[in-house]
């Protein structure tokens, strides 16, 4: 196997506080790794580097973990950027958030056009934002079902899901489709669809929200899933207050996904549980919508990810770069915690220790920056300083 020494790193992010200055980025300046196919081998400083059978010069510029993308929805057909321009003039939602005029009545538009496109269409338009996301420095990606809603078409977007990533979540909870009675529906998704799903998936999703499904119904499907094998990760709070955050912290979920609308009592399950607060930046850009306070479940103590939330109806961005952005000037997040939260934030929401992270043993996932520093990610916002990431994909 061949090693390679990655060398004249300005600006080194490990994410492990016991290397370099001691702050959660683990920096370490004028600094070198060593990796192979599988792991990170070494990592210290540039002088004491050890030979490996190639080199890589990284040019004084800076380098990342690669970021872990915790949550997209890339299995779909169709296009919803009328509903982004009417949202942009001002129509107003008949259902969910009258304000910003985004409600999940759009998905059923998805639904209908995933239902009509071939295994090759879904594949192809996968392969596309995945492509688009390894051009971002994404290096570990999920991918959610949730616009097929019925058997067949929850099975076969999980099968394409899963020749991209190993991190499938099965979410037929999305919303009750056209034309179903809703407790039939639910019976489905926790009956046949599960069973014919759950050997595609590693994890069941519930859309626990306005329109959607309410905490009952939530925690069936999760109790269905987690019998099945899976586990729970939710959609919470995104459209408005709501028991999702309760929902995900009472059944152990690895992620309470948006947040966008905490109670005090919210906040304070997420930081008194294991469970991870995914911000998802994307969403509250795109249906102008409040930004969840991050500030709040920082100080709290609670876990926070970054993800893309790339899907066509919210967030229909592949750049971790532009949640990065965003989490700074819009939710007053530091560069260095949403760095953290975009790598190792989105490991731990997907309750990996392998990924997120450049220590030994850690997988050789990194992205190099156009850039003497991370901080240039928010600084330089829309700029592509992702000179290519390295590693593979999961
Ligand atoms: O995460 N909230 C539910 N699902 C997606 C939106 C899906 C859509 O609008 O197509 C989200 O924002
Ligand atoms: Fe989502």
Redesign the pocket.
């Known amino acids: 196997m061949t090693s390679t020494l990655v060398t004249d790193i300005r600006e080194l992010v490990t994410n492990d506080p016991s290397l370099g200055d001691g702050s959660a980025l683990g920096l370490l300046h004028d600094a070198a790794f060593v990796y192979d196919d599988n792991a990170v081998l070494w990592v210290g400083s540039a002088d004491s580097a050890p030979d490996a059978d190639e080199r890589l010069d990284a040019s004084g510029c800076a380098v990342i973990p690669g970021f872990v993308d915790s949550?997209a929805?890339l299995i779909f057909a169709g296009d919803r950027s009328a509903e982004f321009v009417s949202r942009m003039t001002g129509e107003r939602a008949t259902t969910g958030d009258e304000s910003t005029g985004y409600s999940a009545h759009g998905i059923q538009f998805t639904v209908q056009s995933t239902r009509e496109a071939t295994d090759e269409d879904l594949r192809r338009n996968a392969a596309r934002l995945v492509a688009e996301m390894a051009r971002q420095g994404i290096t570990t990606f999920e991918i959610k079902s949730g616009y097929g809603l019925t058997v067949g078409d929850e099975v076969r977007s999980l099968q394409i899901a899963s020749e991209f990533t190993g991190e499938t979540t099965f979410l037929g909870a999305h919303v009750v489709p056209h034309g179903s009675d809703p407790t039939a529906y639910v019976e489905l998704v926790c009956g046949p669809m599960l069973a014919a799903c759950a050997p595609y998936a590693r994890w069941i999703d519930v859309f626990c929200d306005q329109g959607a499904f309410d905490a009952d119904q939530a925690r069936a499907i999760v109790e269905a899933g987690v019998n099945a094998g899976l586990q729970p990760r939710l959609?919470a709070n995104q459209l408005g207050p709501g028991p999702g955050v309760q929902v995900a912290v009472e059944v152990g979920a690895a992620s309470a996904?948006h947040c966008t609308y905490l109670s005090p009592a919210d906040v304070d399950a997420l930081a008194n549980s294991s469970t991870v607060a995914t911000l998802?930046p994307g969403s509250e850009f795109s249906t102008r919508s409040p930004y969840p306070d991050a500030r709040r479940l920082l100080e709290a103590g609670a876990a926070v990810a970054l993800a893309t939330?790339c899907?066509p109806g919210s967030s229909f961005t592949t750049s971790m770069p532009l949640c990065i952005a965003l989490a700074v000037r819009e939710m007053h997040m530091t560069p260095a915690e949403a760095l953290w939260s975009a790598t190792a934030g989105g490991a731990q929401a997907l309750r990996r220790t392998d990924i997120g992270v450049l220590s030994v043993g850690a997988r050789p996932d990194f992205a190099v920056l156009d850039a003497p520093t991370f901080v240039h990610l928010a600084y330089r916002p829309g700029v592509p300083l992702i000179k290519g990431p390295f590693g593979r994909q999961v």
Do not use: A
């Open positions: 949550h929805h959609h996904d998802l939330d899907n």
